[in-house]
Antibody, heavy 119, light 107 residues
Framework: EVQLVESGGGLVQPGGSLRLSCEASGFTFSAHSMNWVRQSPEKGLEWVAYISDDGIHIFYGVSVKGRFTISRDNAKNSLYLQMDSLRGEDTAVYYC????????????WGQGTLVTVSS | EIVLTQSPATLSLSPGERATLSCRASQSVDSHLAWYRQKPGQAPRLVIYDASNRATGISARFSGSGSGTDFTLTISSLEPEDFAFYYCHQRSTWPPSFGPGTKLELK
């Protein structure tokens, strides 16, 4: 069974940092590009970052570029998101999401981890 | 960035009825559109990809149509588990974007 399990969320003060992790199982992790997608009541679903299967190609959404860093360790079947200079508008549930298919599409999604930025 | 709009925002129907959800793109996405279902407390799940293909494990009650800028998700006969939020999503042009969602609620 394909599984993505996020961890690392929590409460952090504005300006602080947090590192999210995602452990993958049930598929060949090194063969798939991966993403972080977040969801908040204010902004809905928002794509955050992308990393290719080999880690060479990386893209960010405009709202997080320069503050967030996506990375992966294929030997550990793990995806990461380092979040620095956090703001209140970064408060959201963060999902680890696999790219699948030719287009490709987001499938499947992890269960999500909640990040709350507040003083 | 391509903006996706969904209508209606809320759709109130009864089990057994037919549901029709719409998604419109601000510019053509060809057939590079997907639909996701999100039940309360759960992550989104892929339902339809490439505008009209059902994802693995999705009931044949679900069908998708459209191309270019106008798309439709149809659920032929609603079951209790179908009542949820539905989001459309495009991967035609970077960055990927999502619609605001349609809440399909029990009447």
């Amino acid at each position: 069974e394909v599984q993505l399990v996020e961890s690392g969320g929590g409460l952090v003060q504005p300006g602080g940092s947090l590192r999210l992790s995602c452990e993958a199982s049930g598929f060949t992790f090194s063969a798939h590009s991966m993403n972080w997608v977040r969801q908040s009541p204010e902004k809905g679903l928002e794509w955050v970052a992308y990393i290719s299967d080999d880690g060479i190609h990386i893209f960010y959404g405009v709202s997080v570029k320069g503050r967030f860093t996506i990375s992966r360790d294929n030997a550990k079947n793990s995806l990461y998101l380092q979040m620095d200079s956090l703001r209140g508008e970064d408060t959201a549930v963060y999902y680890c999401v696999r790219d699948d298919g030719i287009t490709p599409w987001f499938d499947p999604w992890g269960q999500g981890t909640l990040v709350t930025v507040s003083s | 960035e391509i903006v996706l709009t969904q209508s209606p925002a809320t759709l109130s129907l009864s089990p057994g009825e037919r549901a029709t959800l719409s998604c419109r793109a601000s510019q053509s996405v060809d057939s590079h559109l997907a639909w996701y279902r999100q039940k309360p407390g759960q992550a989104p799940r892929l339902v339809i990809y490439d505008a009209s293909n059902r994802a693995t494990g999705i009931s044949a009650r679900f069908s998708g149509s459209g191309s270019g800028t106008d798309f439709t998700l149809t659920i032929s006969s609603l079951e209790p588990e179908d009542f949820a939020f539905y989001y459309c999503h495009q991967r035609s042009t970077w960055p990927p974007s999502f619609g605001p969602g349609t809440k399909l609620e029990l009447k």
